[in-house]
């Protein structure tokens, strides 16, 4: 059974080398972003296979490539329902000193217009062709970051041919020992 101050020891240990290492992951994720980023601009390729020597898929990086979204100016698409689309409109009663009543967009009008919608570049426009004002289609950007999944049992593997010696001829970095046959 090891001692409190031998359990501190072992942590402080491990996390100095996680610590280390981290840096070191942080810096080559951004670089390898890069790369992965330049393919993904000429290719169009988001998924990557990782293989240790002798083929064996261990891996596979994925871009997370960011949705299209709908910008909404509640406004003018209040008014622009009130003229084209009054049934996605609500009316709420406030009653609180003087009572008044406000006219809002329904719960899901935005959605409900998009999905009727064509688009005509970043505008969504009427089967007539009128541009409809409070929406706009903003494109899914360049991804931004990637993803690591693990193929079953991928991890192990690479440990494992990290101490037997296969990934010998890979520069790992200064805080990484390189193993060799």
């Given at each position: ?26 810096t ?46 509640a ?92 990934l ?14």
């Amino acid at each position: 059974m090891t001692t409190l101050k031998e359990n501190n020891l072992i942590f402080l240990l491990k996390k100095t080398l996680a610590d280390i290492v981290k840096g070191e992951v942080d810096t080559d994720r951004a670089e390898l972003l890069e790369r992965l980023l330049g393919q993904y601009d000429e290719t169009g390729t988001k998924s990557f296979t990782v293989q240790i020597p002798g083929a064996e898929k261990v891996a596979t990086l994925t871009l997370a490539e960011p949705k299209p979204t709908t910008k909404v100016d509640a406004a003018a698409l209040l008014e622009w329902c009130r003229e084209n689309r009054p049934d996605l409109l609500k009316t709420v009663h406030h009653p609180a000193q003087e009572a008044w009543d406000e006219t809002v967009l329904a719960d899901g009008a935005a959605v409900t217009i998009t999905k009727e919608a064509k688009l005509a570049g970043t505008v969504y426009i009427t089967d007539d062709g009128e541009p409809i004002d409070g929406l706009e289609y903003v494109p899914a950007g360049r991804p931004k970051s990637f993803t690591v999944r693990y193929e079953k049992g991928g991890q192990d593997r690479v440990i494992e041919a990290w101490k037997d010696g296969e990934l010998g001829a890979l520069d790992t970095g200064k805080n990484l020992p390189q193993i060799t046959q």
